[in-house]
C-alpha cells in the first residue's frame, strides 16, 4: 500500500518569490514520484516525473523537484513565481515494480493550492 | 481536439437513478484509467484497462461501479443505484503503452446526486 502526504493545503506567495511545495510519501516498495498540476477549468497535466537515475528533475514552466529517498520525499520547487503559476497541484506515487502501465495507476495527494499574488 | 474527452462535463441525478460517464481518450492511446475525485482530495484510482480488458479493477469501491471499453477506444463507467456519496468529479486519463509515465487527463465529469 502507498500513501502520499502533501503538507500544506494551500501556499500563498507573491510574485517573483521562489516556492517549494512539500510531498511525503510512504511505500513498502520502489515508487515512480510525479507531479501534476491542475489549472483552473482544466484538466490534470504532467509537471514533471521521477522514474530513475538523477534524482534532481527538472519539469515545464521553471519547476523542479528532487527525490530524496532516505527522507521518502519529493518536493518542488520554483526559484520565482508567476502569477500564472497559481493553480492546485498534486503529488502522486506509483509502483515501479508492477510492470506493464500500471505505473499509471497513481496513489495521489490531496493537494497543494498554489495562490501567487501580484 | 487531439485531447480526452469526457461526457457529460455535469450530470445532475437522484437517489437511485441508473449514471453513465464516457470518456474518449486520445487516438492511439491503449491504456485507459478512471479517477474519482471528491471535493477537497486528491483523485483516487477506479480502474485502468489495457486494450478492451479491466487490468485492474481494484478501486471500484462497490458492486454498483462498472466500466466497459467494448473496442479499445471509448470507455464507459457505470453506476447503479446512485447514492449521495457519490457525488464527485470522475476523470479519465489515457496513456500510451510504453511506460512513459505520463497520463493525459480530460477534464472530468462532475456527478452531482441529489
Known amino acids: 500500500a502507498q500513501s502520499v502526504t502533501q503538507l500544506d493545503s494551500q501556499v500563498p506567495v507573491f510574485e517573483e518569490a521562489p516556492v517549494e511545495l512539500r510531498c511525503n510519501y510512504s511505500s513498502s516498495v520502489s515508487v515512480y514520484l510525479f507531479w501534476y498540476v491542475q489549472y483552473p477549468n482544466q484538466g490534470l497535466q504532467l509537471l514533471l516525473k521521477y522514474l530513475s537515475g538523477s534524482t534532481l528533475v527538472k519539469g515545464i514552466n521553471g519547476f523542479e523537484a528532487e527525490f530524496n529517498k532516505s527522507q521518502t520525499s519529493f518536493h518542488l520547487r520554483k526559484p520565482s513565481v508567476h502569477i500564472s503559476d497559481t493553480a492546485e497541484y498534486f503529488c502522486a506515487v506509483s509502483d515501479s515494480e508492477g510492470g506493464g502501465t500500471s505505473y499509471g495507476k497513481l496513489t495521489f495527494g490531496q493537494g497543494t493550492i498554489l495562490t501567487v499574488h501580484p | ?19 453513465e460517464l464516457r470518456c474518449d481518450p486520445i487516438s492511439g492511446h491503449t491504456a485507459l484509467y478512471w479517477y474519482r475525485q471528491s471535493l477537497g482530495q486528491g483523485p483516487e484510482f477506479l480502474i485502468y484497462f489495457q486494450g478492451t480488458g479491466a ?16 473496442e479499445g477506444s471509448v470507455s464507459t463507467l457505470k453506476i447503479q443505484r446512485t447514492e449521495r456519496g457519490d457525488s464527485a468529479v470522475y476523470l479519465c486519463a489515457s496513456s500510451l503503452i510504453a511506460a512513459t509515465g505520463e497520463l493525459f487527463f480530460g477534464e472530468g465529469s462532475r456527478l452531482t446526486v441529489l
Not at chain 2, 481536439?1 to 449514471?19: D, L, R, W
Not at chain 2, 487490468?55 to 467494448?70: K, Y
Request: proline share 9%.
Open chain 2, 1 to 19: 481536439g487531439a485531447g480526452v474527452s469526457q461526457t457529460p462535463s455535469n450530470k445532475v441525478t437522484e437517489k437511485g437513478k441508473y449514471v
Open chain 2, 55 to 70: 487490468a485492474d479493477d481494484s478501486g471500484l469501491p462497490n458492486d454498483r461501479f462498472f466500466a466497459v471499453r467494448p
